[in-house]
């Protein structure tokens, strides 16, 4: 079985759901569908697309498509369905209205069939056909077939054969196959295979004639396609579908459902294919597989897939030429590079996925044909060495927070030309560095943290990581080495004003130490001002808090024998209140002293903050006066009482 070699391929647009057929006149190959209306379709030679609109059918809908869709027309009423059908150029309507009833051009029928492109109508009477476009009445056979030539009707004593040709009769009661030459071939209602009068074969089933070839028919029959030639039957088991395949003097092209296979003359297989429609010219073998055009060279046996360079070295990665019109569909390989060679290659620069593989395995693709490819390849696996230590303190590396380091030194060697990574794990973290040096020699500093004071040692693993494949990998142990601060410290003393910090610090190579100690001064930065408006004010890194007359005024009032005082403040301070020998300390509330007429003076002090606001405030003699005389009177009122005075 050969691989197939393109002369070109295309992909053209057809509306989706439309069936279609490949139809060969004098070797230009056109693509016939069961739409409505659609543009004239040539795939060989060339491609070619007429500008006419797409006409199909979505559900009661009448569509057109002409670069978007537009609705011609949408069905409504009192029926089942509705099918489209064009009739000499108008577009006209089959309405279902039972299961067993359907209306046509006002006629009623009780079943309506489709065959492709070709409509059957039938009542009791008569049988109406859709035939490329026309409408054919006839009074109803007693048996009829459709197939791709045309249509036989059956009638007793003679058959009525209509084709795109014209119609003819005959007296006899046979099916037309088709052509071959000047003789044609006929399946008899009893199922014999004819060549006009001769008998040559049976088919138990509907046959069709698929084609003819030298001197040989090929022909459908059910599940099997049977060549005839030089007297002598062969059977394929394939259950071909005839609208979708074809036979000349050169092929035998057949198409089931899910594969196309090619045959020669001699019914040798020499392709096989994606279920596709199918025709042929001498030389060129014609696909299409919605939504793709193919045209194979049956005559280019040039190779599909050649190795240009198969060692992956320093100068350049693997080289393999593709034949255009195939993608390509890696496995254990990576593209590096790709670039067009000539009109018929292209080249792709490739490496393993993992070096040191000794096989590139892929898959070419096209929408008709796969083929996976197996192609022995040179490369080398990458080669890694690393020593070092563990440098711990109880200081920090320069430029970190973190206490210790490794320090590695890796030598590597991997041909490649693509970047990769050397991973390294400690523990639990991972340290990755990109590279694209096809040779290493690298001393590696790496900040990490180390807790634990009893290890002596650590597992270090190193792994070479491209492509996110891992290529090669080590563990070793190193030792931890502990460094201690030296002797000799350098120290310097800030003031940052509410305390004094002094710094002292050291380093030994990559390490260094440091200690900070705080010294508090309590500065005093609030102040008290006393009579000024300003309130708050902040002043560098003072606070001060300027007082407007916190004691705006002190009440008082005899109830006799006690001192009632009340003293109204503007600022809810403590204070301390004296009068005579007594005193009152506390929060500014109603205080109660006993009168003492000894005493006119009462002295009060409040604190805020670090300030002390002193006041002194009189009691009028006047006030005592008009106590003693409220005295006096009340002693005469009591003496009388007692009936003294």
Known sequence: MKIPNYKYISRIFIPEGVNYTLENIENTIYLKTDSIRQPEIILFPEVNIGKEPWVVQKGNKLIQIDGKEEVLEESHGDFLGVTYISVEGVIEKVLQIREDEFIFKGNKYNKFLKFFNTYILENNRKITFIYDNMEIDREKPKYYIVNKNGISLVYDGYTEIISKSGSLTINEEKILLGRYGNRSIFQGIDGKILLDEDVIGFCENKAELLGVINNGIVISCGDKVKYFSDGIWQEIEINANPFLSFVNSNFIILTADSYTLVYDKNLFLIYKFLSSGASATTRYIVLFRNPFVGVVDSLDDEDVIRTEKNVLDTSSPIKILIRKNYDIEYQNVIEVNRRDINSKYYEVEVEPKLLGDYEAKFKLISPFFSLNANIPIISEKPRIYAKGSIIRTNGEVLGTKMNSYLNLTINTKIITNIPYVIRIRFRDKLFDFTLNEKEVNKELKIPINIFDKKDSNEIIKIEIIRNNVIQSSMEFLVPIIFVEPPKEWKSKIVDLGDYIEKISYARKGDISWTKICHYPKHKKAILIKENSKEGIKISGDKVIVNLENPIENLYYTINYP????????????????????????????????????????????????????????????????????????????????????
Do not use: C, Q, W
Not at 625 to 631: G, I, Y
């Open 562 to 645: 006690y001192l009632v005082l009340i003293p109204k403040m503007k600022y809810y301070y403590p204070i301390e209140v004296f009068y005579g020998t007594h005193s009152y300390r506390g929060l500014p509330e109603k205080i109660i002293f006993p009168l003492d007429p000894a005493y006119d003076e009462v002295f009060i002090r409040i604190y805020i903050g670090d300030k002390t606001v002193k006041r002194t405030y009189k009691i009028p003699k006047e006030v005592y006066f008009k106590v003693a005389v409220n005295s006096k009177n009340k002693l005469e009122e009591l003496l009388k009482s007692f009936g003294i005075v």
